[in-house]
């Protein structure tokens, strides 16, 4: 395919038959351990590469599984934060502001309250992993109002940093 039809079509192509497959319930299934992921990384990488007829990191500027994973469950936040009316009303409840948690001021007053956790098990659940990665933002990045212009940001984000 990739010697009969231009690069735009097969990155067409890609992002309407592959993309969707992987991001539909990533925020479940990208929680797992990284083991259990890395044939699904791996067969994603080598479909890129051929369509790209290129290595892997040059081309169509897509993120990783597990920054995939990493921007999904941050737009849940963002959604929590700003934009409570798109979430189902099981949501409205999640997340908890440092503020409502202390009685005094603490410098991170508008972070997420993350409960204090001591096996990983937990440390992968959604409310703490989310929490977490929150918090370890650049307030600058928090700021953005629109879903799209922060979902825009956080992408050149994640592929510009690794946070965990």
């Known amino acids: ?19 969707p497959h992987l ?3 990533i925020e479940m299934y990208a929680n797992t351990g990284s083991t259990h992921l890395n044939k699904l990384e791996i067969l994603n990488n080598k479909l890129l590469r051929i369509l790209q007829n290129k290595p892997y990191n040059v081309g169509y500027n897509t993120l990783s599984i ?9 737009l849940l936040v963002h959604k929590f934060m700003n934009h409570k009316y798109r979430l189902p009303s099981a949501f409205s409840n999640y997340f908890e502001l440092n503020k409502n948690v202390h009685s005094h001021d603490t410098r991170r007053s508008k972070d997420l309250y993350v409960t204090p956790i001591n096996k990983n098990f937990g440390k992968r659940c959604i409310r703490h992993k989310s929490s977490t990665l929150w918090n370890q933002l650049p307030e600058v990045l928090k700021d953005h109002l ?6 825009r940001r956080l992408k050149v984000f994640l592929q510009s940093t690794n946070i965990s």
Do not use: E, Q, W
């Open 146 to 151: 629109s879903v799209r212009n922060f979902t």
């Open 66 to 74: 597990p920054d995939l994973h990493k921007c999904k469950i941050l």
């Open 23 to 25: 991001l539909y319930g």
């Open 1 to 19: 395919m990739r010697n009969k039809l231009p690069s735009r079509i097969l990155k067409l192509i890609y992002f309407a038959f592959v993309h």
